[in-house]
């Protein structure tokens, strides 16, 4: 009978093996033979044998139930039940396997039985079910009702006196494992009367410990539950854990540390809390961590230390428990112990905790201004009726904003961790509601909004839907040589990260040349102050003619359109004529002040002491479109609200990208805990603080230190944003930064010039106002900083730069005011230290690459002086005029007609608009970068440009916010509104530029023009790559899990093609972060606008990093403006590239020039996208959080599971080696 069993079993077991493996697996016969020769000891939990002996067993067992038989049956059933679940793994599964009835059988026996040993041997059998199982196997005895089953059997235990301590044992040890599984278990328990049954059997039995442990870990699940933690805090639970834990000592540590756990999930209760605080448990606790402390000397009891600065964390969530703990001088406690942890690893947990408590009980501080309103006042023509703006306006002036009456509010959780836990929360029933399910608000439905005659005003803006080309000289398609008076010709190169060939890309010759520079001193030698920009084997064969700027002599070399001749700095000179020349007359406008020491002097024969090879290197191509006399011409028309007369140093001397790669820093572990030990400092050692304003701009009058050691700062030019400076230490400075114009918020651009420096010297900058909840400061981005004696030495660029870089939650309060009606919310401080490369330079720091305004207009009149007539159609029109009266440029690019016949002028006419936008966030400067490369891309001689333009008519509004722009702003405009925000229903008198900018587009829609696509370029300061939002149905149906609603809508996959061939062609572009997700929030942006309201299905935000790439060529690097640059060209050839794969019967293009197969582009991509959810921002909820406790090496890129696979790297695309990551040069 036994073997026959055991026979049957085998079988089965062998069948449901073989069952297992998948058809289409083939077996080798070696494998083949292995698997019988094994003894199949592992078996599925499928493969339930009716057979085998426990199945026997539950059966014998449920039929003692049935028929109520002796208990001495179903003892010995049990205990032979227990004793295969002891020894077999195999019994354990098939009792909990699907299908089985093995646990049913045994809570019914366990509910009906009368007698002990059952009941114990049925806990003991669940006891091993759950231990060996992990959570499935005790989620199993939850949804099998197991859960009220042993809460009914702990009532009628203890009616028992005394109560059967090895029953007790076994309840609560189990109920301990199965309550965290069971939601309802809480309320379960208190209903059934447990709470009290538990904590008197502690009281009764301290010292127990046997029955006391259980016991204290089912307090603790009891405790997840705020109404049971209320109820047993009156029931003086708080006061028995202190009769458990007490000072140092080597017994018993298992039970404190639980009694610990139990204390510090008790104590989150704001009752208990305050319970706790009025009986002196706080002084207790410091009292009894410090014990610990001093005599824990191996750290064999880290987790009874961590336990201790759990519960005081919990008690300290509540304003009367920080306040205990400052007045136990509680932060120069933790501060020392935590110092003295620092020299071991493995008690990080210890600091990072001890981290959290001081800075939450770090006493809140008013952020040291007069208000939270930008320093800078201008009146608005319309006063919004509702919204931040109407706000801000009707606040009575005596009220002050920038504090709450009460920040420190008791009903806030200021625990970062629980903060960020709520964040999220908040976060997911957010993303739930924020997707737009409603089909009919998704289907786009054309709306002009305006009247035909209304639109009619947009007509002179559209010339070359009229134009007949009479007067135009038409005589050749070729390109022809620019022939400028008496003006040598020079190259206009569109840079580019990579190299990209192309056949005839050797037509077009380039000329190098050098600038006379005068002798500098006594010195008689020559030097040339600037590198040479072009060589003269340069690969890229984007280019256009452009001329010099004034001041170069023709040579057969010509060097980059940057003279420094009027910048020649002599010692005799100090600070070019006392930081005062005029450059030119009318209005005043001056250039900051020059290094003191002029021009360091470099020998040609040796390496620069600077983080460049030598003085004049040659990189491959260069900014050939600045000419810093235009651009004194373009300030003097700019209007900003401040009345700025100086001119920064880096806009006027222009930018080039340096040619050394720039990686994504690596953060030092430890680097965040040790700013934030720093600033603890302040409280604890407040006699080291000098606490000096040393820049304000609220106070005109300030007194400017004259003490030498001391920085200078400043931050009134065009773009700037610097509010105030407070020297902290020495050589440590607060920095605020200004509001943006008309709001209270929006803390983040900043652009400052710094001055006064000594060489080997590290400069702490932190800046305090930030309001974000992270950065990709954390993820590896540096500030920018342009040296003006590098500058002079020959190197004009922008570089990364800055070490222990993080970004983190302040002490410096928020007020409800600033953060839309919250309490209790703090700022965020970005901390970075410089060491400067030069003595007494001037410097200047930036978040991103300044673009200014002025920067944009030089650049346009320098394109429009170089364009050849007779090849490309450009027009500079004035698309409006801004609040502060600044003209908002419009730009329509195009191929000249081939003649004026009437085929070449209907061929020229019915071409395809392309609308591109960029810049309605002035603080993403990225994204007018990104712009430039487009622009000279579109206006270069590559044929690949020429046939682009053949192809499509452009027009652009390279910058949609210039009044933000000119005054510093981050976000708004001058109206205090993200213009973002206002495409639904543009104000023609507080958003003028979206107003007319949305006409242009409602024009083409009522004339039948509809572009063929929309694309409005930003900035992304919490993701990295490029990437682009989008506008799908079907998508956004998708995400609301409504599959069916999904598979009923039909929709156009083409608004994927444009990404997808980007994905393809652009090294920086990362196709799974794109997103097509249609969101409430974003209704009024001009992606969903355009879409929605105008009818263009393929309607864009394009996204670029602030930080760098984590994929594809540029991997570990931090982005430049070549990289972005390169990304606006490259946009381009994906429109090229569109054109192709959209109507290729009409349009027939070399292949050497656009080798690419329409099978690249999947028309029916799965959809894999992640979706946005933020409400005030065009950016997706940022998926690298912060953990405040945990330090960088843990803190990993995240991204979205759903967003793999999408991205697939083109062949071309070259992945950095580990050595290539580190900081090269060029040859």
């Known amino acids: 009978m036994r073997a026959g069993s055991v026979a049957s079993r085998a079988a089965a077991a062998a069948a449901a093996a073989a069952s297992a493996v998948p058809a289409t697996r083939i077996i080798c016969s070696y494998e083949m033979k292995k698997l019988k020769m094994s003894k199949l000891k592992v078996i599925p939990e499928k493969s339930l044998t009716n057979n085998s002996r426990i199945v026997g067993l539950l059966a014998q067992l449920e039929k003692i139930n049935a028929e109520s038989s002796e208990s001495d049956t179903a003892r010995y059933v049990t205990s032979k039940i227990l004793h295969l679940a002891q020894s077999q793994e195999k019994t354990r599964r098939e009792m909990t396997a699907k299908g089985s009835t093995g646990m049913e059988i045994l809570l019914s026996t366990l509910e009906n039985t009368k007698d002990l040993q059952t009941t114990l041997n049925i806990l003991s059998i669940l006891v091993e079910l759950v231990s060996a199982g992990g959570g499935r196997r005790v989620s199993f005895l939850v949804t099998k009702g197991g859960s009220q089953i042993l809460l009914q059997l702990l009532m009628n235990a203890s009616k028992e006196s005394p109560p059967h301590e090895e029953l007790m044992v076994q309840i609560h040890s189990i109920l301990a494992k199965i309550g965290p599984k069971d939601k309802k278990f809480g309320v379960k328990a208190r209903i059934n009367g447990a709470l009290n049954i538990t904590l008197n059997l502690v009281k009764q039995n301290l010292q127990n410990h046997r029955l006391v442990l259980p016991c204290l870990q089912l307090l603790r699940v009891y405790s997840a539950n705020s109404v049971n933690s209320v109820s047993l805090g009156k029931n003086g639970v ?80 509540i304003k009367l428990g920080r306040k205990a703990f ?9 501060y020392n112990t935590s110092q003295e942890c620092l020299a071991v690893r493995t008690l990080d947990p210890l600091v990072n905790t001890s981290s959290l408590i001081m800075r939450k009980c770090f006493p809140k501080n008013r952020l040291p201004l007069p208000t939270i309103k930008s320093s800078f006042h201008f009146q608005l023509p319309v006063i919004p009726v509702t919204g931040p703006v109407a706000q801000l306006y009707s606040l009575p002036p005596e009220v002050d904003d920038v504090v709450d009456e009460s920040d420190d509010n008791d009903d806030i959780d200021v625990e970062a961790e629980n903060e960020t836990e709520n964040e999220d929360d908040l976060d997911q029933n957010f993303k739930n509601d924020d997707i737009e399910t409603d089909i009919n608000k998704l289907k786009p439905q054309q709306e002009l909004g305006r009247t035909i005659e209304d639109l009619k005003m947009y007509e002179h803006l559209f010339p070359e839907l009229v134009d007949d080309f009479q007067d135009y000289d038409l005589i050749s398609k070729e390109p022809k040589p620019f022939v400028f008076e008496g003006k040598v010709r020079g190259p206009i190169v569109v840079p580019t990260a990579g190299e990209e060939t192309s056949g005839n890309s050797g037509s077009l010759g380039k000329v190098v040349m050098k600038e006379n520079i005068p002798s500098r001193g006594d010195e008689g030698e020559k030097k040339s102050t600037f590198m040479d920009l072009a060589k003269e084997n340069i690969k890229d064969d984007r280019t256009l003619q452009q001329q010099p700027a004034p001041g170069f002599t023709a040579e057969t070399k010509k060097d980059c359109s940057l003279p420094l001749t009027v910048l020649t700095c002599a010692k005799a000179c100090p600070h070019m004529a006392a930081c005062g020349n005029v450059l030119f007359e009318g209005r005043t406008v001056q250039l900051g002040k020059l290094c003191c020491t002029g021009v360091e002097t470099e020998d040609e024969d040796t390496e620069s002491n600077s983080s460049v090879e030598q003085a004049s290197v040659e990189v491959p191509d260069g900014p050939t479109l600045h000419d810093p006399d ?37 953060r030092p572990y430890g680097v965040q805990r040790t700013k934030i030990a720093q600033d603890i400092e302040r409280l604890i050692h407040q006699s080291d603080i000098i606490d000096r304003v040393v820049y304000d701009l609220d106070n005109p009058n300030y007194a400017i230190p004259e003490e030498g050691d001391i920085l200078k700062f400043n931050s009134k030019f065009e773009s700037g944003n610097l509010r105030k400076v407070i020297q902290i230490r020495k050589n440590e400075y607060d920095l605020i930064l200004n509001s943006d114009i008309n709001s209270n918020h929006y803390h983040q651009w900043f652009y400052f010039e710094v001055s006064g420096m000594r060489l080997g010297v590290a400069y702490r900058f932190n800046i305090i106002n930030c309001e974000k909840s992270n950065s990709q400061f954390n993820y590896g981005m540096q500030p920018l900083m342009y040296s003006v004696q590098e500058a002079l030495n020959g190197r004009p660029w922008w570089i990364r730069m800055g070490i222990d870089i993080c970004y983190y939650k302040n002490h410096f309060s928020r007020s409800s005011v600033a953060a839309g009606g919250q309490k209790g919310k703090s700022y965020y401080t970005i901390t970075f230290t410089v060491n400067f490369p030069h003595k007494d330079d001037v410097c200047y720091f930036a978040y991103h690459y300044p673009y200014t305004y002025s920067t944009l207009q030089m650049h346009l009149q320098k394109l429009e002086s170089a364009h050849n007539p007779q090849q490309i159609y450009f027009r500079k029109d004035v698309l409006c005029e801004t609040l502060s009266g600044n003209t908002c440029p419009l730009v329509t690019i195009t191929a000249m007609p081939e003649s004026n016949y009437y085929e070449h002028l209907c061929q020229f006419r019915n071409r395809p608009y392309v609308f591109l936008s960029a810049r309605v966030h002035p603080g993403e400067t990225n994204a007018s970068w990104v712009m430039k490369g487009t622009l000279e891309y579109l206006m270069s001689n590559n044929p690949t440009a020429q046939s682009l333009r053949e192809s499509y008519i452009f027009k652009i509004v390279p910058m949609l916010n210039p009044d933000g722009v000119i005054n510093g702003n981050h976000r708004c405009s001058l109206s205090g509104e993200d213009l973002n925000r206002q495409w639904q229903s543009p104000n023609p008198d507080l958003h003028p530029t979206i107003y007319h900018a949305k006409g242009l587009l409602q024009y083409l829609a009522a004339v039948k023009r509809l572009p063929l696509v929309y694309c409005d370029y930003h900035g992304h300061s919490r993701k990295k790559n490029v990437f682009m939002y989008g506008c799908s149905i079907k998508e956004t149906v998708w995400r609301t899990n409504d599959n069916a609603t999904s598979c009923d809508v039909v929709e156009d996959t083409g608004y994927r093609t444009l990404p997808k061939i980007l994905s393809h ?6 196709m799974s972060s794109c997103s097509f997700v249609v969101e409430k929030s974003k209704e009024s942006t001009a992606r969903v606008v355009v879409w929605r309201e105008i009818g263009v299905q393929r309607s864009y935000t394009m996204e670029s990093t602030l930080c760098g ?10 982005i430049g403006t070549r990289e972005l640059e390169e990304m606006g060209a490259k946009f381009c050839v994906g429109l090229l590239r569109l054109k192709r794969l959209t109507s290729p019967l009409e349009y027939n293009l070399p292949s050497s020039l656009l080798d690419f197969e329409n099978d690249l582009i999947e ?9 946005t959810y933020v409400l005030d921002e065009d950016e997706p909820r940022f998926l690298e959080e912060v953990d405040y406790s945990a330090e960088s090496n843990d803190e990993l890129d995240i991204e979205l599971a759903e967003n793999v696979g999408d991205y697939e790297p083109s062949a071309q695309e070259e992945v950095l080696s580990d050595s290539e990551l580190s900081r090269t040069y060029l040859p």
Request: a positive charge; charged letters at 25%; hydrophobic letters at 40%.
């Open 238 to 317: 708080v006061e028995l854990m202190f009769k458990i834990i007490g000072p140092f000592s080597k017994k018993n540590s298992s039970l404190i540390k639980v009694a610990l756990d139990t204390l510090a999930a008790l104590l989150k209760s704001k009752t208990n809390a305050r319970r706790a605080v009025d009986r002196g448990y706080v002084q207790v606790l410091l009292t009894i961590y410090v014990d610990w402390h001093r005599h824990d000397n191996r750290h064999r009891n880290m987790l009874i230390r961590k336990g201790i600065l759990q519960s005081l964390k919990s008690v300290t969530n």
């Open 1163 to 1171: 028309s029916s991509c799965k959809v894999t996208s992640p979706t």
């Open 326 to 334: 400052i007045d136990a001088n509680g932060m120069k406690i933790l």
């Open 1065 to 1070: 062609i652009a090294p920086a572009f990362c």
């Open 630 to 666: 235009l651009y004194i011409e373009i300030v003097k028309n700019t209007k900003s609200v401040p009345e700025y007369s100086e001119v920064a140093y880096p806009d006027y001397f222009g930018h080039i990208p340096p040619p050394f790669k720039e990686p994504i820093l690596e």
């Open 1109 to 1118: 790439c984590d994929q594809g060529k540029y991997k570990g690097l931090q």
